[in-house]
């Protein structure tokens, strides 16, 4: 059978999905468009000298890689001169982004609109160590027929997303995506530039033996969460009756992607250090797009007290506590942290 590209893929998924109009194709295809440049960036690596730390702090409050602003700027060019996103937030850039194309020509604006939501490069303190990094988007539909819609047409739960995917920048670049209609997995072909299917509809396990989470965090944890992890750690002799194996590559773009090929469940709870701000990861860009390729694969996505999609943001840099992959170890750790 002669494999089937992004362009075909998403030509027949339009026949099927009523939301997937042609505005938000060019924006998937645009996105992909900015993940392969976003690949070469990270390939070239040391010979553009583009593996170093920059002086800049980011509005997480972060030490930037050169790699996050090229990445960024990837990103944002693609935006600038698509009429169909009417606003982005990123992880790098403090307030709400309005491309150029709204600058030029602001009195026409199609009626297929989109926001989107991105972490241009996920796991960034990797890549001076040549270990997997990605890019991870968010699409929403956006909520005002307005020119320019302010933060607060961003604050909607996850659960509205039409469409999330995730680059991811290893042996080869892999995009994951999903419309609301199960997970697919593409590789980038460097013959012909082009992304093809070559994993459809993956599927995690409910069941799981495999969990990560970043153990130096232990004494800072809920007691629910060191009853979980604990119960895990205890093996075959344990409450659980079975030996777990332990990942962590502190790159969650990874992370999920190891999760949705062999299983497992991934933690990035709050903890007595972290609380105040919520927790590490962001819901916009990160636990928002990554719980919805969890779900739409079969998993779940938590908190650890409730499900990521019905959360309703208060700001477009909120955190929270992620708990996803294995539907029935989700359920168990949500079980333990509502007791
Ligand atoms: P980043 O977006 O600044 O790269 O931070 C997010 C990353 C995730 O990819 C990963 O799960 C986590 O931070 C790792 O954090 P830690 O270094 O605390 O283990
Ligand atoms: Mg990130």
């Not at 320019?148 to 739960?157: C, E, G, R, S």
């Not at 993956?202 to 232990?218: G, L, R, T, V, Y």
């Not at 629910?224 to 079975?242: D, H, I, P, S, T």
Request: glycine share 6%; net charge negative; proline share 4%.
């Amino acid at each position: 059978m002669p494999a089937t590209s992004l362009s075909e893929y998403l030509i027949e998924k339009q026949k099927k999905l009523a939301h997937l109009n042609d505005g938000l194709v060019s924006v998937l295809v645009d996105l992909a468009e900015a993940c392969k440049k976003t690949a070469h960036a990270v390939n070239q690596g040391a010979l553009t000298h583009s593996l170093e730390s920059l002086d800049s702090i980011n509005v997480q409050g972060e030490k930037q890689q050169a790699l996050d602003v090229i990445s960024n700027d990837i990103f944002l060019a693609f935006a600038d001169q698509n009429k169909h996103v009417a606003g982005l937030v990123s992880e790098e850039l403090p307030d709400v982004y309005f491309p150029h194309h709204l600058q030029s020509d602001a009195d026409q604006f199609p009626a297929q609109r989109y926001l989107l939501a991105f972490d241009p490069l996920d796991g960034s303190s990797n890549v001076s160590l040549n270990i997997s990094v990605g890019s991870i988007f968010s699409v929403l539909p956006c909520p005002d027929a307005v020119q320019q819609p302010q933060a607060q047409a961003f604050l909607q739960a996850g659960k509205h997303q039409v469409c999330a995917g995730y680059a991811m920048y290893g042996f080869s670049t892999m995009l994951v995506i999903t419309l609301g209609d199960g997970v697919d997995c593409f590789t980038l072909d460097e013959t012909t530039d082009e992304f093809v299917l070559t994993s459809p509809e993956m599927k995690i396990p409910q069941d799981a033996n495999e969990f990560a989470i970043n153990m130096s965090h232990q004494r800072f944890w809920e007691p629910a969460m060191q009853r979980y992890v604990g119960e895990c750690l205890q093996g075959v002799e344990g409450v659980r009756k079975k030996d777990f194996n332990m990942r962590w590559v502190a790159s969650m773009v990874a992370e999920v992607h190891r999760i949705l090929v062999r299983g497992g469940v991934f933690m990035y709870p709050t903890d007595s250090k972290i609380k105040k701000q919520g927790g590490k990861l962001r819901l916009l860009y990160e636990a928002n797009p990554m719980s919805f390729i969890v779900e739409q694969a079969g998993g779940a996505s938590s908190t650890a007290y409730e499900r990521i999609l019905d959360i309703i943001p208060d700001h477009i840099h909120q955190r929270v506590g992620v708990v996803l992959g294995a539907k029935h170890e989700v359920e168990l750790v949500n079980a333990y942290h509502n007791r």
